[in-house]
């Protein structure tokens, strides 16, 4: 039932800079390494309430209702822009000499809420998953459990690789103040257009 094409396809997907992937690198960068852990862990994290929603079927529900659709995205759209100015708001802020204030659960729930507030997760799943489910599969169910069980922890490991090599530049990063300000404007951006894109986007 876990097949290699689930385990390559899967590493491609979570290889591919998103908005996830975006926020445990700025966080690695500008907070350190155990902040990055905490972005890793709210990214994962985010991802089950649209594995669920997937599993019981309320992915169909948001993809033909208009308005459910609508409602997510631009709540989401909102968390993004408000990340992005958050980060432009401080850039230049932060100083070498200076330990990173790091809050856990802040961190956590801000990742939680990046991936919760994407109707696209949900729709990606109902998608994605049943590809890896043969047809003849009796408990098709508990096979997407599994299944996105193991998306899940693939993610969190590869993101924390993201954001503990992240880490390691920090110092590197924040020995400069003007790299540090460009670095965090360029995450501030970043955030801003993934913003824009998910305003563009259809169902």
């Known amino acids: 039932m876990i097949s290699l094409d689930f385990l390559i396809t899967s590493f ?34 985010g991802i089950l309430p649209s594995l669920t929603a997937s599993v019981f079927g309320l992915a169909l529900i948001l993809h033909m209702s208009a308005l459910a659709f609508q409602i997510i995205k631009y709540m989401g759209v909102v968390y993004l822009l408000y990340m992005a100015w958050s980060l432009w708001r401080e850039a230049g802020a932060l ?54 069980g193991i998306f899940m922890l693939m993610t969190l490991l590869v993101f924390v690789l993201y954001g503990l090599l992240a880490g390691l530049l920090r110092n590197y990063v924040l020995s400069s103040e003007r790299l540090s300000k460009i670095i965090q404007r360029f995450f501030s951006l970043s955030f801003a257009g993934l913003g824009v894109k998910l305003a563009l986007t259809e169902r």
Not at 29 to 42: D, I, P
Not at 99 to 123: A, E, S
Request: aromatic residues 10%; charged residues 10%; hydrophobic residues 50%.
């Open 95 to 148: 100083k070498l000499s200076e330990q990173p204030d790091v809050r856990g659960l802040n961190i956590v729930t801000k990742g939680f809420l990046l991936n919760i507030l994407n109707p696209k997760l949900t729709l990606f799943f109902l998608a994605f998953l049943p590809q890896f489910i043969p047809h003849t599969d009796t408990a098709a169910m508990n096979s997407m459990v599994l299944l996105g």
């Open 12 to 45: 491609v997907v979570v290889l591919i800079p998103g908005t996830g992937v975006l926020y445990t690198i700025s966080t690695g960068l500008l907070q350190g390494q155990r902040a990055s852990v905490y972005a890793a862990w709210g990214c994962t994290l």
